[in-house]
């Protein structure tokens, strides 16, 4: 089956500066691969995802990459404000017609913004 | 648009206690996912509906968890007897179709086994 493998599992950068989370996966068949904020007490949360059909894709200051051929992904979050303080998953799911897909979830990274 | 909704929020039971959390999807949301997250680490898929049937139920340790969506909507899930390594949040979520689309979490139930 799919595992994700998450790293770094804590990340702390300094306020204006940018992070980094990269993230694995296993299973060459995975086509969506969505990444999660979660704030203290609450539920994830969708921030930005991709298909395997692009290569990158950007939503003001967050931005993910896809490498197929490595099976690597990354979030890379630019000019990092307090509130990007939380938990960060990222995940992978294989999508199609006639099957329905399980998300498989990395491990997490706990990202602080220090002010 | 309201969102998945989940009770209790919180819950404090003795182990092989009996316990049940309720989650309603959004509305027309065709797929239904259980989670358990464990302090620390990230959700891990528990059972995954489609409709009212079980499409992935591979990691349900069925001999003390059992699930049902009646009618494709409400979902309850049941742990009979609880034991301590149980303690964990239990997150329901939903997506619209068959896959690949976004799945909205609930807040979770945030369950202590003592």
């Known amino acids: 089956g799919e595992n994700v493998e998450q790293h770094p599992s804590t990340l702390s950068v300094q306020e204006g500066d940018s992070a980094v989370i990269k993230c694995t996966y296993s299973?060459?068949?995975?086509?969506?691969f969505p990444w999660y904020k979660q704030e203290l007490g609450k539920g994830p949360q969708l921030i930005i995802d991709?298909?395997?059909?692009?290569g990158e894709k950007k939503d003001q200051r967050i931005a993910v990459t896809l490498n197929k051929t490595a099976k690597h992904f990354s979030l890379h979050i630019t000019e990092t404000q307090p509130e990007d303080s939380a938990v960060y998953f990222c995940?992978?799911?294989?999508?199609?017609?006639?099957?329905?897909?399980?998300?498989?979830f990395g491990s997490g990274t706990r990202l602080s913004i220090r002010p | 648009e309201a969102g998945v909704a989940q009770s209790p929020r919180y819950k404090i039971i003795e182990k092989r206690q009996s316990v049940a959390f309720w989650c309603n999807p959004i509305?027309?949301?065709?797929?239904l996912y259980w989670y358990q997250q464990i302090l620390g680490q990230g959700p891990k898929l528990l059972i995954q509906?489609?409709?009212?049937?079980?499409?992935?139920d591979s990691q349900l340790p069925k001999d003390r968890f059992s699930a049902e969506r009646l009618k494709g909507v409400d979902s309850t899930l049941k742990i009979q007897p609880a034991k301590l390594e149980d303690s964990a949040v239990y997150l329901c979520?939903?997506?619209?179709?068959?896959?690949?689309?976004?799945?909205?979490f609930g807040q979770g139930t945030r369950l202590t086994v003592v």
């Open positions: 995940a992978a799911s294989i999508t199609g017609y006639s099957s329905a897909s399980k998300i498989i």
């Open positions: 509906f489609q409709n009212n049937g079980v499409v992935d």
């Open positions: 299973d060459s068949a995975s086509n969506y």
């Open positions: 509305s027309g949301h065709a797929t």
């Open positions: 979520a939903s997506s619209p179709d068959r896959g690949g689309s976004e799945a909205f």
């Open positions: 991709i298909r395997s059909n692009v």
